[in-house]
């Protein structure tokens, strides 16, 4: 990756009145396909609650979970939701620390999407048990030594901080919000007042919010780390083939990148066309984050490869069975498909700097995160039909696992919930930070408040 | 502020929808089975064996290997499943015809039991019967029973001895009574006894000893014995003897903390989690001090303008 410190942008010099208006603009515009997008979602979330009420009602029965596979799409979707949410740490705190400014218009699109995924990410684990209302039994009387614990807590504490990485940025931000969304409704005006807490822009205020902003992308480090890290581990400190291997901590942290950085390509594409944010989410931008993921894919893949090699190469009894079934059998088609579309046809295509414009990007994104989503599936569901000891007597639908109606309203509404945290927060706050933006286009003063 | 009205009678709407879906879908479980209707010629068939002993016996043990993990062990539908109170009013008002015929066809959950012969099914349907019988319909009489180790040269022999105990207190062997003998497990009693065992004209059941049950770190075992007859009050009785094999505490299961309960967390487990832990929500707290005095000092900047 070869980045140009300080990259303005192609489409000449703006103020700083331009820039703010520019971007402050679509928090104005309601428009008619918004309401509807915003309907649509609350109404497949509503379909998901009740079918939640009714998994609640009736117990876990309602799902395709048997004796044989005892995880199935729930907890394939939190691994996909915390790894997405990986994404924050990568854009705001790596890249950052790398000083690598092409990406500072892109940190808040990222740091939404990891606060839609990491929410998400905990709802899924609720989802999936029979007695949510015993979920404090796991801080209260959990085992120290058991993953489970530690996700918990990790699982918790990555929420919160990407909640403070997306906030604190955001203060100046909202402060111009206060001052100018004069006509914003009432609700609306008063987040602003709360939210940006006696913003001035004084040069103390800076200071201090700089080392905060400093201070948090250093810490988001570790605890992104830890949260994949214990995720695999959930799977990896069992005796299972297909699970217990020692590098699933790095393989999924790879493979987070991956898929948060599809969601990243995405939803660019998504607010530049919408938000009419050409000017700010460039050609430049979309080239630079497309060789990112092209980073992560090849990363990934060199996991992928040590993940399926080595056990294939020994061809253990249980691995040979599993891989057999994966590489094969029964599960090959969509193996093979998430491998090659998801995976090894994106980096190919994506050398090429045609393919790394905003449209056929995003189209190329839409298939790893898909892959992303399937590979996790594979990852999660399969293992489950090689235990170590044969299940016996048991009727034949255990032996497959075919997701139910229910597992897949709840999923979709998953979805729609972390989309719906995403748009609710771009209809409050600007996608691209103005006065990062400013600063990067070399307006170096210090914006007092304007009253 | 319309729009806000309209929004809000929308919430009201998804939210009375969701109130009422939960209210239907709760009441429709809270409902019992629905009616089961039988043809008046199955209802109309006699039953033809007598609810004696032997038919209760029979029944009973037929009912614990087929019916018992539904419908629970005293009949009341508490089993693994959701299943119909077998001693209910309505399920005990119906005759022994239907309930055979029932037996015959299934329903759902509930198989059909067709494959066994009849007079297996009558003595099933005798001894549901007898499930809702109240205690002082029958007279029930007392039992002791002890245990006996012999041990020969290569052979271990248990002795059950049944005593039935008169009102005097005087004691007389009992015969033909069933006795279940076991040795106590993690999760149970592990069956050492056929499943017919009743006792012999002098009150005796005499059982060669397995040589291949693991005991504790001494070989030690817990020999349990009870009486399993419906005539008689339950008695039992529980022996301690050093018959097992000797299973010698390893450190794999003894100290490898990783697998124990929290009384075992390894220290440095236990430190490095709690320090790890602690130490990110101190710099989180320390990053809300900082956001704290950016607000104050917005406050006095906003006096001093």
Known sequence: ?451 | MVKMNHMKSGIFKIGSLLAAFLFVSFFGFAQDFAPWPVPDEASVVKNPVEANKTSLEAGKSLYTLQCKACHGETGRGDGLIKAASLVSENFQSQTDGAILWKLHQGRGQMPSFKALPDDQLWNVINYVRSLSKKPEDIIMKNAVVSLFFNEKAEQKELTAKVEQVNDNGEKLPAQGIKVNVGVQKYFGILPISSTSNYTSENGEINIVFPNNIIGDENGELTIIASVDDMEFNPARVSENISWGQINPKDYWSERRALWKNNDYIPLWLLISFTVGAISVWLVIMYVALLVRKIKIEGDKSGLSD
């Open chain 1, 1 to 451: 990756m070869s980045a140009t410190p300080n990259s303005t942008s192609e489409s000449g010099n703006k103020t700083y009145e331009q820039i703010r208006e520019d971007l402050i603009r679509p928090l104005h515009n309601n428009s008619f396909w918004n309401q509807v997008w915003i309907r649509f979602l609350i109404i497949v979330i509503v379909l998901g609650a009740v079918a939640y009420g009714h998994q609640l009602i009736k117990g876990l029965g309602l799902t395709a979970m048997r004796d044989y596979s005892a995880w199935g799409m729930y907890i394939s979707n939190f691994v996909f939701w915390v790894a997405v949410s990986l994404i924050g740490s990568l854009i705001s705190a790596i890249l950052k620390l790398l000083t690598q400014n092409w990406a500072n218009p892109i940190s808040r699109i990222s740091e939404m999407i990891a606060l839609g995924a990491i929410t998400m990410a905990g709802a899924s684990i609720v989802i999936d048990m029979g007695r949510p209302d015993r979920v404090l039994n796991i801080p209260l009387h959990g085992r120290i030594q058991s993953p489970i614990v530690w996700d918990f807590f990790v699982v918790n504490t990555y929420l919160v901080i990407s909640a403070i990485l997306l906030y604190l940025p955001l203060i100046p931000d909202i402060a111009i919000l206060r001052d100018r969304m004069t006509k914003a409704p009432k609700w609306q005006r008063k987040i602003y007042e709360v939210l940006s807490i006696g913003w001035q822009g004084t040069q103390e205020q800076w200071r201090l919010l700089k080392k905060s902003i400093r201070i948090m992308i250093i810490l988001i480090l570790p605890v992104a780390f830890s949260i994949h890290t214990v995720t695999s581990w959930l799977f990896a400190v069992t005796l299972r083939t297909g699970w217990h291997s020692t590098i699933f901590g790095p393989y999924f942290v790879a493979g987070a990148f991956v898929a948060g950085s599809a969601a990243v390509v995405i939803a660019m594409y998504v607010f530049r066309k919408r938000l009419k944010l050409q000017d700010y989410l460039t050609d430049h931008h979309f080239n630079m984050m497309n060789k990112l993921v092209v980073l992560t894919l090849l990363i990934y893949l060199y996991f992928n490869i040590n993940e399926y090699l080595v056990p294939g190469y020994s061809w253990k009894r249980l691995d040979g069975d599993h891989l057999q079934e994966l590489l094969m059998g029964h599960e090959a088609p969509l193996f093979w498909m998430t491998q090659i579309l998801g995976m090894v046809l994106p980096i190919i295509l994506l050398l090429f700097k045609p393919m790394r414009k905003p449209l056929p990007s995003m189209v190329i994104a839409l298939f790893v995160l898909i892959g992303a989503w399937i590979k996790r599936f594979l990852i999660v569901i399969p293992t489950q039909f090689h235990p170590q000891f044969p299940i016996q007597n048991v009727p034949e639908h255990f032996t497959h696992y075919i997701p139910t109606y229910t597992e897949i309203a709840v999923s979709l509404a998953t979805l729609a919930g972390a989309l719906l945290i995403i748009t609710m927060l771009v209809r409050v706050f600007p996608v691209v930070p103005i006065w990062e933006e400013a600063h990067d286009r070399g307006i170096h003063k210090i914006f007092k408040a304007e009253k």
